[in-house]
Structures are given as C-alpha cells and as structure tokens.
C-alpha cells in the first residue's frame, strides 16, 4: 500500500460511516414511540370509570411512563445489547439473565390476555353472544397463537411492518371514528352512560382495591425501554429526546382517554365487557344511527392489527432470551435449537403448551372478563420486575460509571430512578389486592393464581434453570454477544 492510499482509503471510511448515520427526527421518534405503545385495547377497563379514567392515565404516566422514557434512553445511548447489557452492567449477569427472562416470560401471559381481546372482538363479526363464551375465547386463542408459531418459524419476512400498519388500520382509524361517533351520540341528545361531573374526576375510594385500577395502566405504558434504542439516531440527543417522549405521551394519552370516555358515554359500566367493550360501543352506536353493518367491519380491523401486532411480538424476546442463553449457558440445549430458518422453534413450541393450559383457563373460569383481568395483572407484575432491575441499574451505572460515554444523560438520574422504582414496586405489591373486577371470587384463588403466575413464572422458574444449569449449556461464544440482541 502506497502513502497515497492511506488518506484515500481513511476518506472512503469516513464517507461510509458518515453515510451510515442515519438521522431521524424527533417528531418521527415520538410516532414511533407512540405506535408501539397506544392501543385501543385497555379502553374498556378504563372505561367503567368514566370521568375518572383521566386521572387513571394521568398518575402512571407521570409516575412510570416518564421516569422510563428517560432513564432507558440514558442506557441505551450508553450501553449496547438492552435491558440484559444494562442490568449485567450495572448489577450482575444473573440479575441480567433475570431482567431479560422476565422480558420474554411476561408474553406468556400477555398473548391470552391479547387474543382474548380478540376473541370478543371476532365474536362481533360472526355472533355477538360468542363473547362470553370461555370455550370460544379459548379456542381462538390456541388457533390464533399457533397459527402465529408457524409464521414465524418460517422465518417469514416483512411480518415488522404489520405494526405500523396496524396503529393505522386497528388504532388510529377505529379510535378516532369511536370518539367522533361519541359526541355524536351525545349531540342526538342522548344522556351519558358514566356521569361526566367534576365529582367524578376522581375513582371511588374503597380501599386498597380501588389502587389496583391503576396497577393495569403499567402494562399499557411497558415498552419504552424498546424504543430508547433509537435515541442515538437524534441529531441532539439532550434536546431532541425528551421532547419526542414528552410528544409521544400527550398522543398516547390522548389515544388512551378519549376512546374510554367515549366507550363511557355510551355503555353502562355494569354492562361493560373488559374484552369486548370496544365492540360493544361501536355495535350501540351504530345501532343509534342505523349502521349496524359497520360492526363486523371494524371488528376485522381490530383483529387484523391485534393479530399483527402479535406476530412482530412472537419471536422478538424469545430471541433475545435465545442469544443470551447460547452464549452464557443460561437455558438447557433442547431449548436453544433452531429450525431450518433460523428460528428458536423450540422455545415457541413450548412456550405454546403453556399458552394453550392458559388459555383452557378461559374455558374453565365463567367469567371471561375476571381472567382477562388476572391473566393482565400477572403479566403487569412479571414485567414490572424487569423494571425494578433497570432502575437500580440505571444509578449504580451512573454512580460506578460517571466517565462512561453517554448520548444522552437523564436529568436529576436518581430522583427519577427513585420515583420509578417506588411507582413499580407499589404497582406489583398491590397486584395481589383482588379489585372489582375479579368480580365474586374466591380471595385465596385470585392470590393463588396470581402468586403462582407472577412469582412462579418470573423469579422461581429462572432461579431453576440458573440453579441447575450445566458448563455444556453453553453453545456459542462471541466477542460482544449482547450487540445481537439490540
């Protein structure tokens, strides 16, 4: 190589690498957030409490949803690889293996809450009455799961972009045309189902149980920590970023409220179906103006986005807990195969049996909104322990690691760390308080299914297989394994 050679070659890098920076607004970044947050999907259980849903929203948002956004894109701008890079750095590995297990382990529960909503849904295309049957719930769920296991073991390509498309098709549309079609309820001089007076600003206190309304809200806001990744595709990280989030909450906020007031408005609370009650609304709407034939329309719309919103789900933590698990021996061999495509096949596989037990619980249990309330509840606690792990990280990281090259740096670390982890703590704590909408049930069931769910699934079953795993676990090395899996 020739001197010439040298800065011409040094001059192609610096082109490729400049090229390679890719920057992206920070309005984008706030859309993006938005999409993978915002559903239509809690809207009914918030409903119930009409007025008072606002408040419901509010108080997880600035407690949980804030601190989150910030401290995980502190992390992210700093440490490649995720929450399990985060914990592993800033506590130990197997506090890591335990963050990214929790990650994956909350799906499982996640998916028949998720495909339950489905079921309702489906059940107003095709008979209404079928949305409080737990053998129908049921047998949707498995089909639908399983259907998603075989798309996405033949490593099917292009499935990412259902999630955008499904924040239009199954989100935005459906939850405009609800809010519109609300006031306009309202406008034809019909009375308000929730009363809409500023005594109602506030849920009812009746103890203990009436802060179990706000623990589900958790789960609606869990995610963030996702989208941190992008913080270091910001022009100005510092400035750029807490306006994207703070953007990106008034929308989901907005996408959260005004569809659970309009469901409010026109479904008496004692009527409200926790899984149907999006369809239900539409279905007494239309009803008002003569358009019933629209129902089955947006039922389909809703079941499309849900159901692409699963697959985009389905391989993408397993894969994470895959990647780890080969690399430092964290998961037996049996679970660390992968098919033909390259897919973890085996960890879906089995994580569908235990889906499929779930879902029979739909079919058990008479009360299909009491399961979809427990079945959210577990997967808010497991999810919430990751969580717990990310904020004590998040300070000793900034405390051990002051030097450590950082894109962006949250304001006042420890006081949001502080308020996070309280917020999460509390949250997963009063999860084990039944609410009114465990309906009439047994006490010691609802603690029983709940502790064996949250505690079982997130602590115990990753303590086991940490506990007994073997040096021949280990079935790949790499230099920096953790950047695969960001």
């Keep these: ?117 489905v079921a309702s849904t489906l059940a107003y295309v095709i008979n209404p009455d079928l949305a409080s049957s737990g053998i129908w719930t049921a047998i949707v769920i498995m089909v639908c799961y ?11 390509s292009g499935v990412a972009g259902l999630a955008s498309a499904g924040l239009v098709i199954g989100t935005l549309i459906p939850g405009v045309l609800l809010v519109i079609l609300g006031v306009a309820f309202l406008g034809q001089g019909n009375e308000s189902a929730a009363p809409m007076t500023a005594d109602n600003l506030l849920p009812a206190w009746a103890g203990l149980s009436s802060l179990v309304l706000i623990v589900n809200n958790f789960l609606s806001y869990s995610g963030m920590e996702m989208n941190a990744v992008h913080v270091s595709s910001l022009r100005k990280p510092g400035r750029e970023f807490p306006r994207a989030m703070f953007l990106a909450m008034g929308l989901v906020l907005l996408i959260f409220i005004l ?6 408005w026109i479904v008496p609370a004692d009527q409200l179906s926790l899984t149907a009650g ?42 994470g807990l895959l990647l780890i698990s080969r690399q430092e021996g964290y998961l037996p061999p049996f679970l660390q195969k992968l098919n033909k495509h390259g897919v973890q096949q085996n960890i879906l596989v089995t994580q569908g049996l235990v889906t499929t037990v779930i879902a029979l619980a739909y079919a058990l249990i008479p009360d299909v909104s009491s399961v979809y309330w427990i079945f959210s509840v577990i997967t808010t606690q497991v999810y919430l322990i990751m969580y717990l792990l990310m904020f004590v990280a998040a ?53 029983a299914i709940v502790a064996g769910g949250a505690l079982g699934l997130g602590l115990l079953v990753p303590y086991l297989f940490y506990r007994f795993r073997k040096p021949h676990w280990k079935t790949e090395t790499a230099s920096d394994p953790e950047e695969a899996v960001a």
């Design 278 to 319: 999006v369809m239900q609304a539409f279905d007494a709407v239309f009803a008002e103006f003569n358009s019933q034939w629209l129902t089955p329309i947006l039922g389909v719309m809703l079941v499309a986005a849900s159901l692409g919103g699963m697959l985009t789900w389905l391989a993408g933590p397993s894969k």
């Design 146 to 156: 399983w259907t998603g296991v075989w798309v996405s073991s033949r490593g099917t």
């Design 1 to 117: 190589m020739s001197a010439t050679d040298v800065p011409a070659n040094t001059g192609d890098r610096a082109a490729k690498t400049q090229q390679a920076v890719r920057y992206i607004s920070w309005v984008a970044l706030a859309l993006m957030t938005t999409s993978s947050v915002a559903s239509l999907r809690p809207a009914p259980t918030m409903a119930v409490y009409g007025l008072a849903s606002i408040f419901l929203y509010l108080l997880p948002a600035i407690v949980f949803l804030l601190p989150t956004a910030l401290v995980s894109a502190e992390l992210a701008s700093g440490w490649t690889g995720g929450v399990y890079k985060w914990v592993s750095e800033g506590i130990s590995k197997p506090m890591g293996f335990l963050a990214v297990w929790c990650q994956f382990a909350m799906t499982i529960f996640y998916y028949p809450s998720l495909l339950g909503f």
């Design 259 to 264: 569809p659970a007031l309009a469901i409010s």
């Design 395 to 447: 300070v000793r990281l900034r405390r051990n690691n002051p030097d450590h090259p950082r894109g962006y740096k949250a304001p006042m670390l420890t006081g949001l760390c502080g308020v996070g982890f309280a917020a999460s703590l509390a949250a997963l704590l009063i999860g084990f308080v039944p609410s009114s909408q465990f309906g009439s049930g047994s006490v010691g069931t609802y603690l």
